[in-house]
């Protein structure tokens, strides 16, 4: 009987050390990002997609900043831009951990970082781009639908009652008046000017030499190199190199990433179309983008 009980005493006790072993590596997966271990790091933050949310990156931005083992962060854009706000929250909060905690970041452009996407980029201290990165695309769009026509074809028409001249502004359902055709111009050429300004003080450039840029085409990094709109041509991984180099971690420094915790097709629709058609949810179906299409 003794022999029994003991046997199933050191089962018991194999048990818990398994399951606590299991816990243990867990956790390290979930949240090793997290935890100021294994010496100085450099973190890596993805820039993905259309940007019409900015809560996450900012997130990640606030939670490294925080860690003092983080010495330096990359900014991996992959994105044709997105909302004006949007991104310019992002830049805003790049420069304030910069200047806030004297973590160098270094943008690493991929196939696309244009418009918002380099917007973003253009607040980092170093930025390194592929030879074919598309980026640039410094400029404003708005797109408004006008479903008059269609409307009319199937009978429906729409009744505004409106107190205020210009409250129905963009309208879907008829076409811009002269005057709200100049008020909607004075706006994007005002939105404009601050994406200039951003680009010309993130990169350090005289305005005059960044406002022939700002027409909106597109350049390739290797144009954008000539042009002063990035600092190196590159990879992902010279961008953490550079990273390190900027902190003086030697050899191959260690880099951390938060995983992505959830994902749905509901995401791909917010991230794909949510600045462009009218999906419940996403946001308005006429808005201000810093967006390459």
């Not at 997609?49 to 854009?77: M, S």
């Not at 831009?81 to 830049?91: H, L, M, P, R, T």
């Not at 400029?139 to 009319?152: D, K, S, T």
């Not at 915790?261 to 946001?283: C, I, K, M, N, Y």
């Amino acid at each position: 009987m003794a022999t029994r009980r003991g046997g199933r005493l050191v089962l018991l006790i194999l048990t818990g050390v398994g399951l606590f072993l299991v816990l243990v590596a867990l956790a390290a997966a979930f949240l090793g990002s997290y935890l100021p271990l294994g010496g100085d790091r450099i973190a890596l933050v993805a820039v993905e997609g259309t940007i019409t949310d900015p809560r996450e990156v900012i997130a990640q931005l606030h939670r490294y900043r925080d860690q003092p083992n983080v010495k330096a962060l990359v900014l991996r854009i992959e994105s044709p831009g997105g909302g004006v706000a949007a991104s310019q929250e992002i830049y805003t909060e790049v420069v304030k951990l910069r200047r806030e905690t004297g973590k160098p970041v270094v943008a690493s452009l991929g196939g696309v970082a244009a418009s918002g996407g380099y917007y973003v980029a253009a607040a980092a201290d170093h930025i390194v781009a592929n030879p074919g990165s598309i980026t640039g695309s410094i400029g404003v769009i708005m797109q408004i639908p006008n479903l008059a026509g269609l409307l009319e074809k199937v009978g429906i028409r729409a009744t505004v009652i409106k107190a205020g001249a210009y409250k129905d502004l963009a309208s879907i359902t008829r076409d811009l008046s002269d005057a709200e055709r100049r008020i909607l111009q004075e706006v994007m050429d005002d939105v404009h000017s601050q994406f200039i300004e951003a680009v010309a003080t993130g990169r350090r450039l005289d305005r005059a030499k960044v406002e022939p840029l700002a027409d909106g085409r597109i350049f390739s990094g290797r144009q954008a190199l000539a042009l002063g709109l990035v600092d190196e041509l590159g990879d992902l991984a010279d961008a953490v190199e550079r990273a390190a180099k900027l902190v003086g971690i030697p050899g191959r420094p260690k880099v951390i990433q938060e995983r992505r915790t959830r994902f749905s097709l509901w995401d791909l629709a917010r991230e794909q179309l949510g600045l462009s058609l009218p999906v419940p949810g996403t946001g308005p179906p006429v808005a201000i983008q810093y967006l390459w299409q």
